[in-house]
Structures are given as structure tokens and as C-alpha cells.
């Protein structure tokens, strides 16, 4: 579950790191009273008005703006929230700016320059330990670093043993060039957010930029946190923290009946169960000259429910021309499935699009006869590479 800048480092900030302090606002006039409430707090002139989506790269696609008085600053989030924002991380059809994050300005003049520096925590599935990347060259273009220059990227692991040693934390520190407070800073800085990372049970979090102040602070700017959903149920304080608007709607209705799905850009839906026969149902789609629409996985306890429920979702997509069914019966029943078919026809109503459905396995022979006997438009089919030429067959 990705979360927003803002909650990112409400998160951090609970686990002891040091943070760009900011107030979210949904308004223009909300702007202004963050910020009025901000300068009180901090005592900040100049404020960063950074628009709040689940993407990065929002620098460059003008979601990030610098007030340099609170008069501004209405002017500047007025401007940013209710903009569609494309960046490349959201594709051309960008997202809507529903909130703004008014933190305070740090980038401040000091006795030294400031610096930023880049750095994630995430699991390296290879070497089943965690790893910190980090690296020298933070800001706008990691992008462009981890492709042109690599040697700049770092990767510390961690042991699932043992964890985070000292040792580790100054070896960041002193490869990221710094020294005195800063190193000091630095290394109490990776301690913690390696302790929320663990803490909160998380997939990433990715600071870009960390950022060593004109007076040595070491500081979170920007905060991307995706928490994984399966531990969800440990913290059930950050189901609050769902934005439902950052969600495609289709997925986050499959959700309430506890199906696998995934939205795509194809026009043949797929209703599946595993995820390994979904796949290979994908790939013969679009060997059969067609494109998945989705991916859906309806697991080993589908039923006419979560069936109905399905194609319910799959119709939703207004580019399917024809659905595929590819279930095979092990735990779950063909039958069952079957009569989730029927059901749906007759629940829906008018499916104008051709259904192909391939059932085999537990009950295979009951779930045949329930399709036959139903008199609905549904092409049967015994192997997949016969569903996968009905699949042409009807898109042409």
C-alpha cells in the first residue's frame, strides 16, 4: 500500500528521524493557515509547496513550488491542487492533486554548503537480506545516475541475524564524504529509518533527497513509503492512511471480495485462479493476437460470488471485447464456478461481449453440463490452446 510524502514522514518522524517539517492542506486558504501555523512552529519565510500523489518526479512535472512569502503561497497551492500532474511515473494520463504539503524552507545559507544524497531500504529478494542503496548524487535524477554512472550507487545489506551494526551505519556515513556533526548525524539518521523500515513492516521506504543542511543536519525532504498489504493486519492504524482517490477503483472494488486483480490496458479480460496458470492464460492471449485487459486470480475459494463479482469488474473496462475463463479444479470446483458464470449472465443482464470459458479438473464434467444447460453464448473449450484460438476467433 503506497501512502503519501506526508504520512511517510510522520512515520519516520514517530521513529526518531529528523524531518522537513511540513502541514498538509487540501485548500488554498488551508495553505495559508499551514503556513501561518508552520512560520509559528519553525520560524520558516520561505515555503515548499509539494503536491501529494502516490508518483515521483513531481519536481519536473511542476508539482513542487517554492513560496517566498505566506502570500504566495495561495497563489502557488491554488495552482497546484486540482492540476492534473503527469510525471513519469504516472503515465499521459497523469493524476489529480487533491492535497498539498506546505513544509518549511531547508535549504538555508550556513557556515557550509548543503548537500543531497539519495537512499532507500527494501528487501534484496536474491540474497533474502535487507539492503540500504544509497548514494551521493540525490535529487531529481537517481534516474539518470543508476543509469549512466552505477559505481555512485552503494548497497549496504544487512543480515536478517544480527541487523544494523554500527559499524555499518559509519560506513555509509564516511562513504557518503561527510565528517564532524554531520557524520555523527548521518549515522543516527540510518539507524532509525532502518528501525521504521522494520518497525512498520514496510516493502520500500526511499528518501530522495536526504539532505545534509548548511549547518550539518541531516533531514528527511521526501519521504516514499510502500507498506505491504499482508502485514496490514499488524497495523491497523495505517489502514486509515489509504487514499482511495491514488487507487485504480477497479482494483480497490476487487479487494472487498478478495480477488488477486490487476488492471492493464488490453481488451481480453481474464478470470483465473493461480497465479502461475494466469500468467500463462496472458501469454497465450497475446500469442493468440490479443491483449489482457487484467490480471485476476479468483484463488482456491472462488464461488458464485466471487465469480459474479469478477466478470462484474472485468465489464467495468469499457476496451474488453471477449473474456477468457481458464480455471482449472483443484481446491476450488468447476461446478462452483461454473454456476458463478450463470449466475452473472443472468445478474448482469446483457454481456454483450463473448465468453470463453475452459474448465477443467474437480467437477469438470458437472460444470459443463450446468454451461450446456444454461443456453447461454458461452464458447466452451477442453485444452488452452483451443480457448486460445476461440480468443482470435472472436476478436476477428
Given at each position: 500500500?503506497?501512502i503519501?510524502?506526508y504520512?511517510?514522514?510522520?512515520?519516520?518522524?514517530s521513529?526518531?528521524?529528523?524531518?522537513?517539517?511540513?502541514?498538509?492542506?487540501?485548500?488554498?486558504?488551508?495553505?495559508?493557515?499551514?503556513?501561518?501555523?508552520?512560520?509559528?512552529?519553525?520560524?520558516t519565510?520561505?515555503?515548499?509547496?509539494?503536491?501529494?500523489?502516490?508518483?515521483?518526479?513531481?519536481?519536473?512535472?511542476?508539482?513542487?513550488?517554492?513560496?517566498?512569502?505566506?502570500?504566495?503561497?495561495?497563489?502557488?497551492?491554488?495552482?497546484?491542487?486540482?492540476?492534473?500532474?503527469?510525471?513519469?511515473?504516472?503515465?499521459?494520463?497523469?493524476?489529480?492533486?487533491?492535497?498539498?504539503?506546505?513544509?518549511?524552507?531547508?535549504?538555508?545559507?550556513?557556515?557550509?554548503?548543503?548537500?543531497?544524497?539519495?537512499?532507500s531500504?527494501?528487501?534484496?529478494?536474491?540474497?533474502?537480506?535487507?539492503?540500504?542503496?544509497?548514494?551521493?548524487?540525490?535529487?531529481?535524477?537517481?534516474?539518470?545516475?543508476?543509469?549512466?554512472t552505477?559505481?555512485?550507487?552503494?548497497?549496504?545489506?544487512?543480515?536478517?541475524?544480527?541487523?544494523?551494526?554500527?559499524?555499518?551505519?559509519?560506513?555509509?556515513?564516511?562513504?557518503?564524504?561527510?565528517?564532524?556533526?554531520?557524520?555523527?548525524?548521518?549515522?543516527?539518521?540510518?539507524?532509525?529509518?532502518?528501525?521504521?523500515?522494520?518497525?512498520?513492516?514496510?516493502?520500500?521506504?526511499?528518501?530522495?533527497?536526504?539532505?545534509?543542511?548548511?549547518?550539518?543536519?541531516?533531514?528527511?525532504?521526501?519521504a516514499?513509503?510502500?507498506?505491504?498489504?499482508?502485514?496490514?493486519?499488524?497495523?491497523?492504524?495505517?489502514?486509515?492512511?489509504?487514499?482511495?482517490?491514488?487507487?485504480?477503483?477497479?482494483?480497490?472494488?476487487?479487494?472487498?471480495?478478495?480477488?488477486?486483480?490487476?488492471?492493464?490496458?488490453?481488451?481480453?479480460?481474464?478470470?483465473?485462479?493461480?497465479?502461475?496458470?494466469?500468467?500463462?492464460t496472458?501469454?497465450m492471449?497475446?500469442?493468440s493476437?490479443g491483449?489482457?485487459a487484467?490480471f485476476?486470480?479468483?484463488?482456491?475459494?472462488?464461488?458464485?460470488?466471487?465469480?459474479?463479482?469478477?466478470?462484474?469488474?472485468?465489464?467495468?473496462?469499457?476496451?474488453v471485447?471477449?473474456?477468457?475463463?481458464?480455471?482449472?479444479?483443484?481446491?476450488?470446483?468447476?461446478?462452483?464456478?461454473?454456476?458463478?458464470?450463470?449466475?452473472?449472465?443472468?445478474?448482469?443482464?446483457?454481456?454483450?461481449?463473448?465468453?470463453?470459458?475452459?474448465?477443467?479438473?474437480?467437477?469438470?464434467?458437472?460444470?459443463?453440463?450446468?454451461?450446456?444447460?444454461?443456453?447461454?453464448?458461452?464458447?466452451?473449450?477442453?485444452?488452452?490452446?483451443?480457448?486460445?484460438?476461440?480468443?482470435?476467433?472472436?476478436?476477428?
Open positions: 500500500m503506497n503519501h510524502e504520512q511517510g514522514k510522520q512515520i519516520l518522524k521513529y526518531g528521524v529528523a524531518i522537513q517539517e511540513g502541514i498538509v492542506a487540501d485548500t488554498a486558504d488551508g495553505a495559508v493557515e499551514a503556513a501561518n501555523e508552520l512560520s509559528k512552529q519553525t520560524g519565510k520561505f515555503f515548499v509547496i509539494k503536491a501529494q500523489i502516490h508518483a515521483g518526479g513531481r519536481g519536473k512535472g511542476g508539482g513542487v513550488k517554492l513560496a517566498k512569502s505566506i502570500e504566495e503561497v495561495k497563489d502557488v497551492a491554488g495552482r497546484i491542487l486540482g492540476m492534473t500532474l503527469v510525471t513519469h511515473q504516472t503515465g499521459p494520463e497523469g493524476k489529480v492533486v487533491h492535497k498539498v504539503l506546505v513544509a518549511e524552507d531547508v535549504y538555508y545559507p550556513g557556515p557550509t554548503e548543503t548537500k543531497e544524497f539519495y537512499m531500504v527494501l528487501l534484496d529478494r536474491q540474497r533474502g537480506e535487507n539492503v540500504i542503496m544509497y548514494s551521493t548524487e540525490g535529487g531529481m535524477d537517481i534516474e539518470d545516475v543508476a543509469a549512466k552505477p559505481e555512485r550507487i552503494y548497497k549496504e545489506h544487512v543480515s536478517t541475524d544480527v541487523g544494523l551494526q554500527g559499524f555499518q551505519a559509519r560506513r555509509i556515513a564516511f562513504n557518503l564524504g561527510l565528517d564532524g556533526d554531520a557524520f555523527k548525524a548521518m549515522t543516527k539518521f540510518v539507524a532509525s529509518l532502518y528501525n521504521a523500515y522494520l518497525g512498520t513492516d514496510s516493502s520500500m521506504f526511499e528518501i530522495n533527497p536526504v539532505l545534509k543542511t548548511s549547518d550539518n543536519k541531516i533531514i528527511a525532504v521526501d516514499k513509503v510502500n507498506l505491504d498489504d499482508n502485514a496490514l493486519y499488524r497495523h491497523p492504524d495505517f489502514e486509515a492512511m489509504r487514499d482511495l482517490n491514488e487507487e485504480d477503483p477497479l482494483e480497490t472494488e476487487s479487494k472487498k471480495y478478495n480477488l488477486n486483480f490487476v488492471h492493464l490496458d488490453g481488451n481480453v479480460g481474464c478470470m483465473v485462479n493461480g497465479a502461475g496458470l494466469a500468467m500463462a496472458m501469454d492471449i497475446k500469442l493476437g491483449e489482457p487484467n485476476l486470480d479468483v484463488g482456491g475459494t472462488a464461488n458464485a460470488t466471487t465469480v459474479e463479482a469478477g466478470f462484474r469488474i472485468i465489464l467495468e473496462e469499457p476496451n471485447k471477449a473474456i477468457l475463463v481458464n480455471i482449472f479444479g483443484g481446491i476450488v470446483r468447476c461446478d462452483r464456478v461454473a454456476q458463478g458464470i450463470v449466475d452473472a449472465y443472468k445478474s448482469i443482464g446483457d454481456i454483450r461481449v463473448p465468453i470463453i470459458v475452459r474448465l477443467q479438473g474437480t467437477n469438470a464434467e458437472e460444470a459443463r453440463k450446468i454451461i450446456d444447460e444454461s443456453g447461454l453464448k458461452v464458447y466452451p473449450a477442453t485444452l488452452l490452446s483451443e480457448a486460445a484460438a476461440l480468443v482470435t476467433q472472436v476478436l476477428n
